[in-house]
């Protein structure tokens, strides 16, 4: 049988599963492929450590460049991650006539053009099924199983971390800090979680899909990104009250010559699919004017989840290599740059989860309601709520307002103008609904 050599960069987390998974599951693959995928060689800075997996020492060396220009190797696996070294060896692996697996998010959030080019240019496969939803195979059903399809929409739990603090903030009536404490110590969020809570991680992997979908870049800034670091427990506890969860979305959809790529804390009905999805699990719902709506869920980090994707993405290259017609475009189709552009947040329109601490005084709502009015947001619930023991001062009562759709900049200036009408005590928290 037909061998195709595999370098992999980075012996970490994902490495390791991909080094494990390659040994134990060589023989069944090289029984779906028709061809034997072989670990050749493996780089990563530090070779001394024992990485609790068992490889032939000869395999290791400090040399990443070593491993990009091994004749013997056909496919190099790149898994350290970031947007150094990971982007100098990928483009170097790319130019050196090597096709590419990674599952560097923020690689392609950041560089997708000049590294999808890379690829075209050179006629190398990139693959990069692992960077959105680990375990899961989303990209792959949007490069394959949906490509006859327009996406219309795409809804996503793509962090773990995010999706663990959120559920037991709700399940256990806990604030944000106490869990990602509780968290970091069970080794589900990093020392510094900022990527993950503040929405970036999230932001980096809508990205990805949001260009497989609509066939253009987009650009990080254009992004709307609010993490859940400030979420409170008391509306994770309101919004239940109503029926919602709160969940940290990836909202990606196109209407007309605009997309939405939007991340933010979302009340999801409880009667969603999605509201389901709780502590590291991940989701995506995808809708398709020919498949309606699609539901795909698992796993989306750690490290056999993750290597079962980049093993999954070394297979389909090692096919394309055996086949030698691999002529299909590589990396993301960007046949609509240009054509369509980012909505700004301002035009983006939702239904909103509103709290205000309001004086307790009559004629208070009426303000509140007048001025929403006059920006044009309507009201579809309005509830005063008991005053919680930690909101201490008494002169003041929660008030929660479920409103219509509204367009971003109209409550924006709606909740400006109340804020300054002397009725509330802290500023508003306002929170978008599905
Ligand atoms: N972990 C997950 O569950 C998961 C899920 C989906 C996607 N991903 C993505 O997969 C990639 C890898 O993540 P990971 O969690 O496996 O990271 P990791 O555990 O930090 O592993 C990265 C490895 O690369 C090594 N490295 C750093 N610089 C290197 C260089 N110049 N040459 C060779 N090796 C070098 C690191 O060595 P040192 O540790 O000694 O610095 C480390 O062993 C990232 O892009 C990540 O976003 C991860």
């Known amino acids: 049988m037909k061998q195709i050599g595999v370098g992999l960069l980075g012996f970490g987390t994902v490495g ?9 599951n060589r023989k069944v693959m090289a029984q779906r492929l028709g061809v034997d995928v072989v670990l050749k060689r493996i780089a990563d800075i530090d070779i001394a450590t024992d990485r609790g997996v068992s490889v032939d020492k000869s395999l290791l060396t400090t040399d990443a460049a070593s491993v990009i220009n091994d004749p013997d190797i056909q ?5 350290i991650g970031g947007t150094g070294i990971a982007k100098t060896l990928v483009l170097a692996a790319l130019n050196a006539g090597k096709s590419v697996v990674t599952a560097n998010k923020k690689l392609l959030a950041e560089y997708g053009n000049e590294v999808f080019g890379t690829a075209e240019r050179n006629g190398v496969d990139i693959y990069f099924g692992a960077s959105v939803g680990g375990g899961i195979p989303i990209i792959r059903v949007l490069r394959e199983g949906l490509a006859g399809n327009e996406i219309q929409s795409i809804h996503g739990i793509l962090n773990g971390t995010c999706n ?3 559920t037991r903030m709700e399940n256990e009536g806990l604030p944000f800090e106490q869990v990602l ?3 970091q110590k069970a080794g589900y969020a990093e020392a510094n979680p900022s990527l993950d809570i503040d929405g970036f991680d999230t932001a ?4 990805i899909l949001a260009s497989l979908a609509y066939g253009f870049h987009v650009p990080m800034e254009k992004v709307l990104v609010e993490g859940i670091r400030n979420l409170a427990g008391v509306d994770v506890q309101y919004a239940a009250e109503f029926g919602y969860r709160i969940k940290l979305l990836a909202v990606v959809k196109r209407e007309g010559e605009e997309v939405e790529v939007r991340v933010h804390p979302t009340l999801v009905p409880l009667s969603h699919m999605l509201a389901s999805v709780s502590n590291v699990f991940n989701a995506a719902m995808v809708r398709g004017d020919l498949s309606g709506d699609t539901l795909y ?12 994707t980049v093993i999954g993405d070394i297979g389909d290259i090692a096919r394309n290599l055996m086949s030698g017609k691999s002529r299909y475009r590589r990396g993301v189709c960007v046949a609509n740059e240009g054509k369509v552009h980012v909505r700004s947040a301002d035009d983006v329109v ?8 309001v004086l307790d005084k009559a004629g208070s709502l009426g303000v509140i309601t007048t001025i929403l009015g006059k920006h044009g947001v309507s009201i579809l619930a309005a509830t005063q709520k008991p005053r919680p023991d930690e909101m201490a001062d008494a002169g003041f009562v929660p008030v929660v307002i479920l409103t219509y759709g ?19 005590n802290e500023q508003p928290v306002r929170l978008r609904m599905i």
């Open 204 to 207: 980096h992997k809508a990205i």
């Open 406 to 424: 509204a367009k971003g900049a109209e409550l924006e200036a709606a909740l400006s103008e109340i804020s300054g009408a002397g009725v509330l």
């Open 16 to 24: 390791t599963g991909v080094v494990e998974g390659l040994q134990r």
């Open 75 to 79: 496919i190099v696996v790149e898994l």
């Open 297 to 308: 869920y698992g796993r989306g980090a750690g490290r056999e989840p993750t290597a079962s």
């Open 181 to 183: 404490t509780a968290a």
């Open 350 to 357: 939702s239904r909103y989860y509103v709290r205000l601490m």
């Open 164 to 166: 663990y603090i959120l």
